[in-house]
């Protein structure tokens, strides 16, 4: 292994404190550009060593939503077992995402400065460890549970402000689209193993617990295939601007160009009514449609455990099936549409919000009435909800320049989360038990109802700010394309065969 193995901040042995700008001495004396460009990608990474770098990024988002939504598919158990109401089963989302939602801008600064392969390692591997500590909670600490619960938000944290800015250094073009489609085909798939893995858990087991501890241990074979898999690649090189010629600003610079970016802005609130409803829809959906059967089926309610965990099979199969077809349909509409509009992804965006909000009402209302059209308007409107996921994750990437990636996913998952899937399953558990008249059946299914009616409307709110998005994403996307250091920001010319930062001016005058 070679000195400058230990500068390179590409290189998969970087140390996890290097610092970024001291990569220039990196290069051999007797190697020139058009040689070391035959000799690999400009990211620096194969074609080959790229796909099972996208496979690996995707089997780890794939248990991050897994462990997510396990909670929510044995939710009448946990409710059971330690005797909450449901404000505080809502809790359980939310301190998880109120602590995936702080972290974020911390690992989205260190992901743009630092290896981020080592960062992602060590928060998976303590997300691991904490996920299989919580599924040893006794049933008179509750607030453990909510504790640990809390604490798998660091994991989460440190991969997903992370690894869809290591696709972008990959991929550009359609091809960074497609692979961002197999990435975020991860999120529904993942959410509706969730659903499914823990209900038959538990069905297995008998003990909502086991349902726990399924996650951890891939993810400690997650930690493995990432370490040994996954290849640091450089950051922009991808797009013909190598990564000295991007020079970084400090953090308040990257956020003030950042909220000076109308695309980004209204992009990320239309996400935040995506964050809203779905984190809403996963934690109540299951619960609701159980008390559904119980009141107009005349199903057994769950007084002892196990519980009946049917509905969470159920709905698990149906959030991957929908998952799939609609980031799979979202990312070949907007391919299509491109050809006639620039303004194609946030179209498609608001389209698929806007479609979802008449369905997912019609599926709320239809709960009492009819199961089997409860289930297909679900389906749809699920279907259109995950249209959204890989076109807003594009739209960042390429109004964004490379070296403020990082901090843009850290900003926009706190300001969706914050306001989004942090506060809602709580939200509307708290509504639930301020509309609850009495502890009937009738109130346990009709407040949660009338709580979660309120997805609709957010829904269209999230359709009007893609539609503003659409006003400005052509000039946004040219201006990051075409990025240049202005003379405020400063650049690196080689001083004693390392790196110095000086003004732009004192090199010009």
């Known amino acids: 292994m070679t000195s400058s193995s230990f500068s390179d901040p590409t290189s998969d042995t970087t140390p996890f404190f290097s610092d970024d700008s001291e990569a220039e001495g990196s290069e051999e004396p007797g190697a020139g550009p058009s040689q070391r460009r035959e000799e690999e990608p400009a990211s620096g990474v194969s074609s080959l060593r790229a796909v099972f770098t996208v496979i690996v990024l995707c089997f780890i988002n794939l248990l991050n939503y897994m462990d997510r939504f396990t909670v929510a598919g044995v939710l009448p158990d946990i409710e059971q077992y330690f005797g909450i109401n449901d404000g505080k089963s809502g809790l359980l989302q939310t301190v998880f995402i109120c602590s995936y939602m702080f972290l974020a801008p911390v690992f989205g600064y260190l992901g743009d ?25 006794p049933k008179e600490y509750f607030w453990l549970l909510l504790l640990t619960r809390g604490l798998v938000g660091v994991g989460e944290a440190s991969y997903s402000t992370i690894a869809p800015t290591i696709i972008a250094d990959l991929y550009i073009k359609e091809r960074r689209t497609q692979m961002l489609s197999v990435f975020y085909f991860a999120i529904p798939v993942g959410s509706g193993l969730g659903y499914i893995v823990g209900s038959k858990v538990d069905d297995l087991a008998g003990d909502w617990h086991w349902a726990l501890r399924v996650t951890p241990a891939l993810g400690l074979v997650a930690v493995v295939l990432l370490l040994f898999v996954v290849k640091e690649p450089k950051r922009g090189a991808i797009e013909a601007r190598p990564e000295h010629t991007l020079q970084r600003t400090s953090w308040l610079g990257d956020m003030k160009a950042l909220c000076r970016n109308p695309s980004f802005v209204l992009s990320t609130f239309g996400f935040t009514a995506v964050a809203f409803v779905t984190g809403s829809l996963a934690l109540w959906a299951p619960a609701f449609l159980f008390r559904a059967a119980v009141f107009t089926e005349g199903r057994p309610p769950c007084v002892k455990g196990p519980c009946d965990t049917s509905d969470s099979l159920y709905f698990g199969i149906i959030t991957v099936v929908s998952g799939i077809l609609g980031v799979a349909s979202g990312a070949e509409v907007s391919r299509r549409l491109r050809l006639r509009t620039p303004r194609a992804d946030p179209l498609v965006c608001a389209l698929g919000l806007l479609l979802s909000a008449p369905f997912l009402y019609l599926a709320i209302v239809f709960a009492q009435a009819s199961p089997i059209a409860t289930y297909v308007f679900i389906f ?17 990437l390429y109004v964004v320049v490379p070296t403020r990636r990082s901090t843009a996913e850290a900003f926009q998952i706190v300001l969706s989360h914050l306001l989004g899937d942090a506060g809602s399953p709580y939200l509307i558990g708290v509504v639930s038990d301020s509309l609850k008249q009495t502890d009937s059946y009738l109130w346990q299914f009709r407040s949660l109802q009338l709580s979660l009616l309120t997805c609709s409307f957010v829904a269209v709110g999230g359709g009007a700010f893609f539609l503003a998005t659409a006003l400005f994403i052509e000039k946004d996307r040219q201006r990051a394309t075409n990025y240049a250091p202005s003379d405020d920001e400063p650049i690196v010319v080689p001083k004693s065969g390392r790196s110095t930062r000086v003004p732009v001016s004192s090199v010009l005058i």
């Not at 400065?113 to 909670?137: D, E, H, P, Q």
């Open 380 to 396: 749809l409107g699920e279907t259109f909800l995950s249209m959204n996921w890989a076109i807003v994750a594009d739209i960042l």
């Open 113 to 137: 400065r630092y290896n981020r392969k080592m960062i992602m390692s060590v928060g998976i591997g303590f997300w691991s460890i904490v996920t299989l500590a919580s599924s040893y909670t």
